[in-house]
C-alpha cells in the first residue's frame, strides 16, 4: 500500500510540474533515480546480493529435517532359518526336520522373519564441522558480491545522472538559441517596417526591401528547425527520467534552470596524488579477490569434511508391530580420492584468471588515469574557448551598440546593422556552447571524485 501510494505520488508530482511548465534540473535527476530502468534494476541486483549473502551464512548452522518413512515389503527383508545359525550339515537337517514337525503341530512358522512392512517418524540434524574451509570462503564470496553490486549501482547512477544533466543543459542551451533568434526576428521586423516606409518615400529601392524579407524569412525558417530540435530533444529527456507528455505540448514545458558561475579550472582539478580509488578499479579488485576465494572453494573440495548429527524419533521396524521412542548419534568423515587431477587442473586455470584479473587492473588503472588527465586538460581548453567566446560577445555587443547608434543617425543601412546583428547572435549562440561544453567536461571530471569508493 505504501509502494502504490508513493507512485501515485510520484506521477502527481510529475503531472504538476508538466502543467506548471518547468522543469529544473534538480527535479529530473529525482525523477530519472526513481523510474530510470536501469537504475531499478541495479538496486535489485543490490537487493539479490544482500539475500544471497543470508543464505550463505546459513550453511553455517545445522541442518535439521522431519523424516518420515513406511514401507511394505513382498518378502520380509530379514528371515533366519535353523540352517542359518547351525550351517549345513547332518545334526543341523535332523535339527531342521523336527523344528519343522513341531513348527507343524503347532501353526507356527520354522523360521524367524521381520521388516515385512513398518514405518517411523524422526526428526534429525547434521552439523558440519570442517568442510574444506569451503563455508568460510562462500560467505566471503558473497559478502564481495555485495560490494560489487553497490558498486556497480554507483556507476549506473552516475551514469544516468550525467546522461540526464548532459541532455538537460543541451535543452537549456538550445533555448537560449531560441532566444536570441526571436531578438533576431524582433530586429528584422522593426527593419523592414523602417525601411518600408523608406521604400514609401522614395529613400530606398524594393530590392533592398525584397533582400531584407528573404533575409527575415530564412531567420524564420531557421528558428522552425530550431523549434523542432528543441522538441525533440525534451522527448529525449522526459523519455528518460520517465516522465509522461504530449507532443503537442511540449513547447510550453521549459527546463527553468540556467547555467550557474562555472569555477574555474585551477579550483576543480586536484593533484593526481589525492585521487580517490576509481569504481570501476575497485570492481576488477573485487573481481581478483573472487578468484581466489573461488580458489580456495575448489581446494576445500580436495581436503578431509567432518560433520556431526543426530537423529530421534518414533517407529516400528519389526513384525510385532509395537513401536517406541530411539535416538542416535554420529559422526561423518568424508576424505576424496577420485577427481584429485580435475581439481588440481581446476585450481591452475583459477590461478590463471586471477593473474588475468591482476594485469587488467594494473593496465586500467593506468587508463582511467590517463583519462583524468584527459579530462582536466578537455576542461583547460574548454575553459580558453569560453574565454574566448566572452570576449567575442563583449566585441560583438559593443560593435552593435555603435551599429544601433549609427543606424539612429542615419550613417548606416539597415543591412549593415543586420550584420552586426548576426555577427553578435553568432557570438552569444558561440559562448553558450562553450559554457555547455565547459559545464560537460567540469561535470565528467567531478563526477569520478564525488562517486568513487576509496579502497581499503
Known sequence: MKKICCHIFCILAAALQLHAQELGLKDCLEMAERNCVAVKNAGLDVLSAEFRLKEARWERYPSASINALSYKAMDPLLKITLHDVLGNSDRANELNEELSARARENGIKPYYSSFADGWSLGLSAVQPVYAGGRIRAGNKLAALNVDAKKIQASIVLRDCRDSVERKYWRIVEMQEKEKTADGALRLLDTLCKDLGSATDAGLATQHELMQLKLKRNEMAAARRRLANGIRLLKMDLLTDIGCPFEFLKLDGIRLCDTLPCLPAPAEVIVDESSLPGFDESRLLALRTEAGRLEKKMGVGELLPQFSIGGAYGYGSMSAAGNGKFNGLVFASLQVPVTGLGKAAQRSK??????????????????????????????????????????????????????????????????????????????ASDALNSARTSYRNALNSYTKHLNTTTKQP
Open 349 to 426: 586455470r583459477l590461478q590463471t584468471e586471477i593473474m588475468k584479473s591482476l594485469n587488467e587492473q594494473e593496465t586500467y588503472d593506468a587508463k582511467l588515469l590517463l583519462q583524468m588527465r584527459m579530462l582536466a586538460m578537455e576542461i583547460e581548453n574548454a575553459w580558453d574557448d569560453m574565454s574566448t567566446a566572452a570576449e567575442a560577445v563583449r566585441i560583438a555587443e559593443d560593435w552593435m551598440s555603435a551599429m544601433r547608434r549609427n543606424y539612429a543617425a542615419g550613417r548606416c543601412t539597415g543591412a549593415q546593422l543586420m550584420q552586426a546583428e548576426t555577427e553578435l547572435m553568432q
